[in-house]
């Protein structure tokens, strides 16, 4: 079926950390080339959180021009799952779309250290969705 909704979102609430590490982890490690990942919050921040920026670019990835983005419901109607990152109630439930609870710490003011164990913890988590769903 053409329009078959495939994508996948991360969403947590600034749009500003976890969700854009676990879309970006998940582009970069998915198999398939009719499936990407997307991300979005519910109360986007004004930038990605300059640790993150940082954390993420030891992994080769440039987040320095990336905006967060506004969860809404149209969004979210455009993805077959929705993988949410503490956004708790406030992330949108839409009908026909999965939605798989991931509670991952924000990396938001925390020490460089910490920020990275997040960051491999979503990593990990990355590579074993995409392995179970066969991404």
């Given at each position: 079926?053409?329009?078959?909704?495939?994508?996948?979102?991360?969403?947590?609430?600034?749009?500003?950390?976890?969700?854009?590490?676990?879309?970006?982890?998940?582009n970069r490690h998915k198999?398939?080339?009719?499936?990407?990942?997307?991300?979005?919050?519910?109360?986007?921040?004004?930038?990605?959180?300059?640790?993150?920026?940082?954390?993420?670019?030891?992994?080769?990835?440039?987040?320095?021009?990336?905006q967060p983005v506004l969860l809404t419901p149209e969004l979210a109607g455009t993805v077959s799952t929705i993988i949410t990152m503490g956004c708790g109630e406030t992330c949108p439930h839409v009908s026909g779309v999965e939605i798989v609870d991931w509670q991952i710490t924000d990396p938001k003011n925390k020490e460089t250290e910490e920020a990275r164990a997040i960051r491999d913890d979503i990593e990990s988590r990355i590579i074993a969705f995409i392995s179970e769903n066969q991404l």
């Open positions: 079926m053409a329009d078959e909704k495939k994508d996948i979102m991360f969403a947590c609430v600034h749009n500003a950390g976890r969700s854009q590490m676990a879309a970006a982890f998940f198999h398939r080339d009719d499936v990407r990942g997307i991300s979005a919050g519910t109360n986007p921040a004004s930038e990605v959180h300059p640790v993150v920026r940082s954390i993420m670019a030891e992994k080769d990835f440039d987040l320095s021009n990336v």
